[in-house]
Each structure stands twice: as C-alpha cells, then as structure tokens.
C-alpha cells in the first residue's frame, strides 16, 4: 500500500478559511500562473504570509478549511508555495476534493493542540493517519484516507496517477476511486 509520509513546520490558521482567503479573486483578474499568486498567499488573513512560508510549510487550521467557492487555483497556489499538507479540523467538501485531485494531503484531525512554528511530521498509511507534533511530543490520530485517495495523493495528483497506471484502480493495492 501506499504511504505518504510528510515533514514541516506548522503555520497557524484559524477557523473558516476560505478559497478567496486562500487566493483573493481580485488577485486572479492579473494572472492564473499560480506561481506568480504566491506572493499573495493569505494575504487577507496576514499580509506578510506569502514571504514567511518555506517550503515544507504545513497549514493547520480550525473548522471549515478551503469554505466558499469551489476555486482549485486555491489548491494549486498552495502546492505551488512549496506546502505540500494541510491538517484541519474540518474541510469543505470540494477543496477536500481539489486538494486531492492535485496532489495536497488533506488531514483532518484534532489541530487544538499545535502551535505555529511546531515540528510536525505526517504519515498516512494503510489504516490510519498520524501526525507526530516533534516540537511538543505528542501524536494526533487523523481520519484515514481510503485507499484510492491516498494513492492519488502520493502519485501527486489526479492526472499523474492516470499517467502513472493507465486508469484508476489498476496503481496495484491503491484500490480504486
């Protein structure tokens, strides 16, 4: 089976991030290029975010991460600033979707108890997903992914997966979407 195993520094978000927090719309209207929307990166949350991130970086956030529209440039502006996990309370259902399809682990778990800057190392595996805090020494039991998701999100997305196996449900034990 796949395992998708992740390491990075936290980056604090509260509840209710929408994709127009992620990504404003304003900003779209002078380019698509994800690469060059990085610099805007939650920028209506903290106008200094896009400078500060790393490569590596993992969002935690609240409740509702990725609400509002079903805006996938939200997800590839992520990818694209070098964050490659988002760990959340709860998401929407189609950024949840989106994120998948590209390649960005999704987590939901329990994010009460990570703090910016913490150490944080991610492992998804066969029937569970954990997320080691390094910095505080604890594990936060997140829900799993089935199968099929996982194997799409360690091909990196959608497309390279289909690339990779021909169709879904052929990548091995991936299972089948």
Do not use: H, W
Request: hydrophobic share 45%.
């Amino acid at each position: 089976m796949s395992v998708v195993t992740l390491s990075g520094r936290a980056r604090r978000l509260g509840d209710n991030i929408n994709t127009d927090y992620i990504v404003s719309s304003r900003r779209k209207r002078e380019t698509i290029e994800e690469a060059a929307l990085t610099r805007y990166l939650l920028e209506g949350v903290d106008p200094a975010f896009a400078a500060s991130v790393q490569p590596g970086d993992v969002l935690v956030a609240g409740r509702n991460f990725g609400c509002g529209s079903a805006m996938e440039i939200a997800v590839t502006v992520i990818l694209a600033a070098g964050i490659r996990a988002v760990v959340a309370q709860s998401f929407s259902r189609t950024f949840f979707r989106n994120a998948v399809n590209n390649g960005l682990l999704a987590v939901s778990c329990d994010t009460a108890g990570i703090s910016e800057g913490d150490r944080l190392v991610i492992a998804a595996g066969d029937d569970a997903v954990r997320v080691s805090n390094e910095t505080r020494g604890t594990v936060i039991e997140g829900a799993p992914l089935p199968p099929a998701l996982r194997g799409i999100v360690s091909a990196g997305g959608l497309a390279p997966y289909v690339r990779r196996f021909g169709r879904l449900g052929v990548g091995g034990k991936e299972g089948t979407a």
